[in-house]
């Protein structure tokens, strides 16, 4: 890293779980970014967090933290319902932001802020962290660069049990949780990066008890015929892996879904039948011996043709978007092609739409029933 650049100074506004992960993040890149400052509702929380990191100025208004000119950009890792107002002030002071997912609580805030950044000419971008790894870039690169042909399918699954506690924001649909909002928001950011915005969406959305949103599952169509498939949970941890296939390809991508570092790329070679009378070959190749040496051979050497790619992430990963943001600010950019504002709108806009139809099919036959006593 260049040592005669001055150091990128990051402002947190919150003190929870993913602003102590990012903190402790950027410490990978530490030469070239630091935390100058965090903005916290209570003095004691500011100070119990600035101390062991060594964030030298901590601030309880934030009016002041956004005028504050020690400051390059501010990230906002607050609960979803703060997003849209605390990124709105920031832009309106002139201040980069960078803005945790889920972006906003629906299309209509997403396209607002958008239109504040973009009046402003200021930078904003969604913290999608994940799509920012460098195995997620290599993915694009190659899934545009045609390795798989023509994408056809697309799965992913983003289920992790969370403490069914009342007072947890992430478990409530109106404070920018629940299944859809904070689960369903990564393959829905993943397909959109690898096949763009969907032309249908058909959603089934299991409740809790109280109507908060439990699980979703999640079909979206395309005008070529591509389908994806997605699952997300509140009620269940799984391995969260994520598939692409083509018509000349399959990518699947080693969990987690969301902090990926190896994929295993299989060719897809077209099926043959064969017309030929039944002859000694065929005897020999379908007898239960060959197959029986074909299931040891492959249980020994996994799966036939895969090539495997890896591709690691620096620190605990949340620095690469951080990396993205720091070079469009200096290179004066107002977006990031990587996560450009209209997408992060058009991924709100998908999951409004699973979020309608969840409503709409609220007493429909084919709901999923509600689960009676989860998360009460
Ligand atoms: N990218 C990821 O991997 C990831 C993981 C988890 C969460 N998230 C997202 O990050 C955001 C925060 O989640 P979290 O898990 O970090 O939550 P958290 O642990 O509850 O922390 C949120 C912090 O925001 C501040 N805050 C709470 N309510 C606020 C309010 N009404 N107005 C202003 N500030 C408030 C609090 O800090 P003070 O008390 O100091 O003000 C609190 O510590 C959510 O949008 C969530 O979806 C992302």
Redesign the pocket.
Known sequence: MASDRQQFRWGI?????????FALGLTAVRADATVAA?????ES??RA?CEPLGVPRRFTS?DEFVADDGIDAIYV???????FA?ARAALEAGRPVLV???FCLNAREAEALATVARSRAVFCME????RFLPLVRELRARVRGGEIGTPRYFSGTFALAEAQDADN??LDPAR??GAI??RAVYPVSLASALLGSPDGVDAQVSEMADGRDAQAAVTLTYANGCIGQLFASMQTSMPNRFTIAGTQGVIDVRPPI?RPFEMSISPVAAGTRSRRPIGRRDFIKESGFVHRVFQRISALTGARHARTVRAYYQGNG?VHQALEVMRCVRSSQTESELMPLEESVSIMRTLDEIRTQAHVRADAPRRVAAISGAGN
């Open positions: 506004v919150g003190t929870g779980f993913i602003a102590r992960k965090v903005c916290s509702r209570s929380s500011a967090f934030y890792a607050t609960p979803g319902d703060t997003h605390l945790e997912k889920p913290a999608m962290w994940t924001h992430l920018g949780g909002l904070d969301y949340y």
